[in-house]
């Protein structure tokens, strides 16, 4: 009979596990990272296009950062601070979307009424 293979595994290190642990939970901290950005922003209200243009900066300086630098820790929060300046960045813009999406559906619904109003003569 064989012996079974055994392969020896060393334990991870400190810096390691951290990383395991980051890029297990990138999405939630990016989450979390871009909800406390919102929240100071209400809170403290600067800027509206300052703070945009500044959201915008560090997102193309941490994407540039994160594909320049090799696999580690600070190449995972990299992207976890890109990832939270792209969901700061896309939030406005969904938002203005929908918002210009809900102005012109009310007005072909204004119209509508109009054009029955004055087909009906109501």
């Given at each position: 009979?064989?012996?079974?293979?055994?392969?020896?595994?060393?334990?991870?290190?400190?810096?390691?596990?951290?990383?395991?642990?980051?890029?297990?939970?990138?999405?939630?901290?990016?989450?979390?990272?871009?909800?406390?950005?919102?929240?100071?922003?209400?809170?403290?209200?600067?800027?509206?296009?300052?703070?945009?243009?500044?959201?915008?900066?560090?997102?193309?300086?941490?994407?540039?950062g994160?594909?320049?630098?090799?696999?580690?820790?600070?190449?995972?929060?990299?992207?976890?601070?890109?990832?939270?300046?792209?969901?700061?960045?896309?939030?406005?813009?969904?938002?203005?979307?929908?918002?210009?999406?809900?102005?012109?559906?009310?007005?072909?619904?204004?119209?509508?009424?109009?054009a029955?109003?004055?087909?009906?003569?109501?």
């Open positions: 009979m064989d012996d079974p293979l055994i392969i020896e595994l060393e334990p991870p290190s400190s810096r390691e596990r951290a990383r395991r642990w980051l890029r297990g939970r990138r999405l939630m901290l990016s989450g979390i990272l871009a909800l406390v950005e919102v929240i100071a922003f209400l809170i403290w209200r600067p800027s509206a296009v300052l703070l945009a243009t500044l959201a915008i900066v560090v997102l193309v300086v941490s994407v540039m994160a594909t320049r630098i090799g696999p580690g820790l600070a190449r995972d929060v990299l992207w976890i601070v890109a990832i939270a300046q792209g969901i700061v960045v896309t939030i406005p813009l969904i938002i203005g979307v929908s918002l210009v999406a809900a102005l012109l559906t009310a007005v072909v619904i204004i119209i509508a009424f109009i029955i109003a004055a087909r009906w003569r109501v």
